[in-house]
């Protein structure tokens, strides 16, 4: 049953902690994303992946990072440095030419 | 600057009848075209896509119109059904010449059927 997985649904962090959320896919994807959704507000790209062991910046990359080791895998770690951490965060992939297929999305409240 | 515009933030609508949602764009170079369905805490859903080269793509309810020199496309969803009830987001792209489309996403619009 193919699709992607994020994990945890819900996520609380205290204020000045990292914290990393986990993306999967077994769709044989070679691309990903991480966007982020606030109330009202589009998705908005933090970063994505063409390929294993590459990625760009998105428009709102700052207090982000990201690794891509495994094409099944795109972490997203929200850093300290992030000014308003909390948000719903979507991963997604596609192939190289098509939509994108997303996950079920993790809540992060930062408290 | 917001690339892509939904400037309807709701439409409520009866069951049965039709919906339109529209989508402005002012990126002349977006070629692709996608609409998302989202319900609450998930994840969004693609619906319907259109190229540029197209001005029309129907898939069963769903039909996508684009007009490239207005940079407008509408989703039409024809019957509604309470079903369709979600958050409707467009998005666009620009065919980078890599292997992903990087999407912009307008900031939805939220569709409500009434039985």
């Known amino acids: 049953d193919g699709g992607i997985t994020q994990s945890p649904k819900y996520l609380f962090r205290k204020e000045g902690q990292n914290v990393t959320l986990s993306c999967e896919q077994n769709?044989?994807?070679?691309?990903m994303y991480w966007y982020r959704q606030d109330p009202g507000q589009g998705l908005r790209l933090i970063y994505y992946s063409q390929i294993v062991n590459d990625f760009q910046k998105g428009d709102i990359a700052e207090g982000y990072s990201v690794s891509r080791e495994k094409k099944e895998s795109f972490p997203l770690t929200v850093t300290s440095a992030q000014k308003n951490p909390t948000a719903f965060y979507l991963c997604?992939?596609?192939?190289?030419?098509?939509?994108?297929?997303f996950g079920p999305g993790t809540r992060l409240t930062v408290l | 600057d917001q690339q892509v515009k939904q400037n309807s933030p709701s439409l409520s609508v009866q069951e049965g009848r039709i919906s339109i949602l529209n989508c402005d764009y002012t990126n002349s170079m977006f070629d692709y075209f996608l609409w998302y369905k989202k319900y609450p805490a998930e994840g969004p859903t693609f619906l319907i896509s259109?190229?540029?080269?197209?001005d029309k793509n129907e898939d069963g309810r769903f039909t996508v119109f684009l007009n490239k020199s207005a940079k407008h496309l509408s989703l039409h969803i024809v019957p509604s059904q309470p079903g369709d009830s979600a958050v409707y987001f467009c998005?666009?792209?620009?065919?980078?010449?890599?292997?992903?489309?990087?999407?912009?996403f307008g900031k939805g619009t939220l569709l409500t059927v009434n039985p």
């Open positions: 769709l044989n994807h070679d691309a």
């Open positions: 997604a992939s596609s192939i190289e030419l098509g939509e994108q297929f």
């Open positions: 259109i190229s540029s080269i197209k």
């Open positions: 998005a666009a792209s620009v065919w980078s010449g890599g292997s992903n489309y990087k999407l912009t």
